[in-house]
């Protein structure tokens, strides 16, 4: 099954328990029984982790999610506590950890969809529908959705594919109440995110979020909103002065390097047994550059590369 060209082993912090190494964070439980956060820069593509990184891309992420929890938190509480770097801890984490509350994950992506794109388009050209939902006739590539809609998905693991599920069935999954607020909360988070960076010159094609319940699973509990948040790595950012439907949008995000792999130069079979080379230094500067450029763009501050 794929998954990562090579694992790094996990860094070792006195107070702190390594619980889980994902496609890009490192997951930890400190002494008071907080989940401590570490995005690295690694980077993923067609279910590999690839063997090369993207300088900053765990730093950016980090800071773009605090700007969203921050223009949220009126909506929607997060898990967020601090961004205190552990004692102990190497140098290279500092701007890259997020100290949170633990709660009790909803095991469910919830996807928001405001633009028709990626698999969507594939269920749409198929059936006229996203996740079982009618849509009108005449829609393309990068269309405009009448209405923002909910498209949940299952969470897969390291090297398997997110699943598409209906509404009926994630209501099945975690009970009716809970679907309809994570539905209610999605679209209302998305409805907020939208309208920020439509003001900054980009569209929120769509995003996913993951909550979570802070004294436990009762559907009287409050949803938290958790792990990262509307960045290029959970979400699709487009330019408006680019955007065109009928075509594939120029994202924010790793497309860069998806190209460079699918291409005839990588001389890589993405169908083949053998993991993805190494990504060139040109490749990887571009794929920087997108991080940065939609950083930037969304919150109006330039990124300054911080210091080895």
């Known amino acids: 099954m794929p998954g990562f060209v090579d694992k790094p082993e996990p860094v070792e912090v006195p107070g702190l328990v390594h619980l889980h190494t994902g496609k890009v964070r490192d997951l930890y439980r400190n002494e008071a029984g907080e989940l401590v956060m570490v995005a690295s820069d690694r980077v993923s593509a067609y279910d590999w982790v690839l063997p090369t990184e993207i300088p900053d891309k765990g730093r950016i992420l980090t800071r773009l999610s605090l700007w969203w929890f921050d223009q949220l938190a009126d909506l929607v ?109 999605t679209l209302a988070v998305y409805g907020r995110a939208r309208d920020v960076a439509r003001d900054r010159g980009v569209i929120l094609a769509d995003t996913k979020f993951e909550f979570g319940r802070g004294a436990g699973e009762d559907a009287d509990d409050p949803l938290v909103l958790a792990d990262e948040v509307l960045t290029p790595d959970s979400s699709r950012f487009w330019s408006r002065d680019e955007w065109q439907p009928g075509r594939p949008q120029r994202p924010y995000d790793k497309q860069v390097l998806r190209d460079w792999l699918s291409s005839p130069e990588s001389g890589w079979d993405r169908s083949g047994e053998l993991p993805p080379p190494e990504l060139p230094a040109e490749v990887v500067e571009r794929t920087r550059g997108r991080y940065v450029e939609v950083y930037r763009r969304l919150t109006g501050v330039d990124w300054d590369r911080p210091a080895d």
Not at 102 to 111: D, S
Not at 113 to 140: F, I, K, N, Q, W
């Open 77 to 185: 509480p997060n898990h967020v506590i601090s961004t205190e770097l552990p004692a102990g801890a190497p140098p290279d984490w500092k701007g890259r950890v997020t100290v949170c509350r633990q709660l009790a994950m909803i095991p469910v992506e919830a996807v928001a969809r405001g633009y028709l794109t990626g698999s969507g388009l594939v269920e749409y050209e198929r059936d006229r529908t996203v996740c079982g939902l009618a849509l009108p006739p005449g829609l393309e590539d990068g269309s405009e959705l009448p209405a923002p809609i909910f498209t949940p998905a299952t969470k897969a693991a390291v090297g398997e594919h997110d699943e598409n599920v209906s509404y009926e069935e994630v209501a099945r999954k975690v009970g009716a109440d809970t679907a309809a607020q994570l539905r209610q909360a």
